[in-house]
């Protein structure tokens, strides 16, 4: 993460940077607010009709919180995160919380195929070579495609041949080791029914739409966060060169840092600079506001959210949820 930051900002200027901040437009961040509030929760209604397999209905408040929770713990520690928001979701709605691993696996890979997706309308929308002006990229993707196609089709085919994968698998493993078995039957039944929530049209058709209005609100903040800076002021801004900012820099939340710290702003500030013309400070007051702007609303969410559900779970009598009770099991539940 330091290493990543001195990197990004080793070569800027932050006396400008904050003479830049001092002229942000308020109208334009509250619009990025409401917008990026937008983008949660569709993020959580799509989470919603994932675990439709393993609950029918559930609370969009419940979900969003839920949403939340894990990116503020992100924020701290890496990939916790997707520990903790099945973890309260699993209490606040009293699912047994060892059902939610399979909806989140799935989520996780559902995101890894449209950013890669993304990425290729940014390939084709960019005016020049995307994978000359970004030497990485197109191994990445072939790469990242490779990997995923595998994943889907192991997939694919643990849900459409369940009983024959699970026989097998148990079988040859049971010969081994009958307490391994065990464990890895359980973790096939989960991915199996996190998966099943796909089987039927009507839920795929729903989860590819959020997905692309998830991408398309993302995209709407990073074009919003021009905005704010007056960034369009010093060259022509559209939504195409958001896009692409968006797509690229998402690599740099994959790599686990605290919040996407460092990694974030040192592939935004390169696409900037590198590939749209941007000097070093505007380019890196954008990736500082973005982030922090990011970084304390999930904090804040995460802390609001919880409280106010917690409230309003016990008012109805139902269990309340904290970073340790959520750990706990009710009697036989896994």
């Known amino acids: 993460m330091v290493l990543f930051l001195y990197i990004a900002f080793k070569n800027i200027d932050f006396e400008e940077v904050l003479n830049i901040f001092s002229n942000i437009s308020i109208t334009w961040l509250f619009v990025y607010f409401v917008i990026w509030s937008f983008s949660h929760i569709f993020r959580a209604y799509r989470w919603g009709i994932i675990i439709h397999s393993v609950k029918e209905k559930t609370s969009l408040l419940n979900l969003f919180g839920a949403t939340m929770v894990g990116y503020g713990v992100n924020c701290v520690v890496p990939r916790l995160g997707e520990l903790y928001r099945?973890?309260?979701?699993?209490?606040?709605?009293?699912?047994?919380?060892?059902?939610?691993?399979?909806?989140?696996?799935?989520?996780?890979?559902?995101?890894?195929?449209?950013?890669?997706?993304?990425?290729?309308?940014?390939?084709?929308?960019?005016?020049?070579d995307l994978y000359e002006?970004?030497?990485?990229?197109?191994?990445?993707?072939?790469?990242?495609?490779?990997?995923?196609?595998?994943?889907?089709?192991?997939?694919?085919?643990?849900?459409?041949?369940?009983?024959?994968?699970?026989?097998?698998?148990?079988?040859?493993?049971?010969?081994?080791?009958?307490?391994?078995?065990?464990?890895?039957?359980?973790?096939?039944?989960?991915?199996?029914?996190?998966?099943?929530?796909?089987k039927t049209g009507k839920n795929l058709f729903l989860v590819i739409l959020h997905s692309i209005i998830i991408m398309l609100l993302y995209g709407l903040t990073a074009y919003v966060g021009f905005y704010i800076l007056h960034m369009n002021e010093i060259q022509h801004v559209d939504?195409?060169?958001?896009?692409?900012?968006?797509?690229?820099?998402?690599?740099?939340?994959?790599?686990?840092?605290?919040?996407?710290?460092?990694?974030?702003?040192?592939?935004?500030?390169?696409?900037?600079?590198?590939?749209?013309?941007?000097?070093?400070?505007?380019?890196?007051?954008?990736?500082?506001?973005?982030?922090?702007?990011?970084?304390?609303?999930?904090?804040?969410?995460?802390?609001?959210?919880?409280?106010?559900?917690?409230?309003?779970?016990?008012?109805?009598?139902?269990?309340v949820a904290n970073f340790i009770t959520v750990f706990k099991n009710k009697p036989g539940e896994l």
């Open 133 to 198: 002006d970004i030497a990485w990229l197109k191994s990445t993707l072939y790469l990242g495609f490779a990997a995923i196609f595998m994943l889907i089709v192991f997939l694919f085919s643990l849900v459409k041949f369940k009983e024959k994968f699970y026989n097998a698998i148990i079988k040859l493993v049971g010969k081994i080791s009958e307490r391994f078995a065990d464990g890895l039957a359980r973790i096939f039944h989960l991915l199996t029914d996190g998966f099943a929530s796909l």
């Open 239 to 319: 939504f195409a060169m958001a896009w692409i900012v968006m797509t690229i820099s998402a690599f740099g939340v994959i790599i686990p840092t605290p919040g996407a710290t460092g990694s974030y702003h040192l592939i935004v500030i390169s696409v900037l600079v590198n590939i749209f013309g941007f000097s070093n400070e505007v380019s890196g007051a954008y990736a500082l506001l973005t982030h922090a702007t990011t970084y304390i609303l999930f904090i804040l969410s995460t802390i609001i959210l919880t409280l106010i559900i917690n409230k309003r779970q016990a008012q109805k009598k139902l269990p």
């Open 86 to 128: 099945g973890l309260f979701l699993g209490k606040w709605e009293n699912i047994s919380r060892s059902s939610m691993v399979g909806t989140i696996v799935l989520e996780r890979v559902i995101d890894i195929v449209v950013l890669g997706f993304s990425v290729l309308v940014s390939v084709a929308i960019y005016s020049g």
